[in-house]
């Protein structure tokens, strides 16, 4: 069965680092999106990403973040400057077409700023 | 508006016994109701998920309740084994219309399943 997939699984930096969490979307779906989960919350959306561009995004996604799908298989979530509490689970997911809502998520980063 | 709140945050059942797990929402414009279940470590999994035009939805030992008026829908799970311990996201979506559509999921908090044998 197809899947998404995530990497590197752990993800552990220094604050003000730089750092690039990448996705491989299923290969047909044409949706994608991040989420992260703070540990012991809820699934909040970070961004939607649609043709190339950004669809829809969330006030946690400010100017530190930006998305990219450098080719035609990988999607990148690149914070610029990690602060403490963007210490989370990231979750990379996708979907087929608009028709069809369902989701599937990849099994996550988790990134640790000290 | 975009909240959609999720009952019990913790539940523990017997093993065979019957889960129910509750979310009400406030925006009408939702249109899509996933129910995901995740294990520690691992993503959320699609479990089950329900359109507004129909009131209930079974699959296997997974039904959905829903009720559009009250804006309100539920998880059950029937003969509950050990192995459904996990926690339970209910969410929503709709599909906001802006060129090209988004359709965000918006969770609930979780709830806590322990299926004790």
């Known amino acids: 069965e197809p899947e998404v997939t995530q990497t590197p699984s752990h993800q552990v930096t220094q604050m003000g680092q730089e750092v690039i969490l990448r996705c491989v979307p299923i290969?047909?779906?044409?949706?994608f999106y991040w989420y992260r989960q703070i540990l012991g919350q809820k699934v909040e959306f970070l961004v939607s990403?649609?043709?190339?561009?950004?669809?829809?995004k969330s006030e946690i996604f400010d100017d530190q973040f930006s998305v990219e799908r450098p080719d035609g298989s990988n999607f990148t979530l690149k914070i610029r400057s990690t602060k403490l509490e963007d210490s989370a689970m990231y979750f990379c997911?996708?979907?087929?077409?608009?028709?069809?809502?369902?989701?599937?998520f990849g099994p996550g980063t988790r990134l640790t700023v000290t | 508006q975009q909240q959609v709140k999720q009952s019990p945050q913790s539940l523990i059942v017997q093993k065979g016994g019957i889960s129910i797990i509750n979310c009400a929402y406030e925006?009408?414009?939702?249109?899509?109701f996933p129910w995901y279940q995740q294990f520690p470590g691992k993503g959320p999994a699609l479990l089950i998920a329900i359109r507004p035009d129909v009131s209930e939805k079974k699959e296997g030992r997974f039904t959905i309740s829903f009720n559009k008026s009250a804006k309100q829908f539920s998880l059950h799970i029937m003969d509950s084994q050990p192995g459904d311990s996990a926690t339970y996201f209910c969410a929503a979506s709709s599909f906001a219309y802006s060129g090209a559509g988004s359709y965000q999921l918006t969770f609930g908090k979780g709830t806590k399943l322990s299926v004790i044998p």
């Open positions: 290969s047909n779906h044409l949706y």
């Open positions: 925006n009408t414009a939702f249109d899509y």
């Open positions: 997911a996708s979907i087929l077409t608009r028709d069809r809502g369902e989701q599937y």
């Open positions: 990403f649609y043709n190339n561009e950004i669809s829809e």
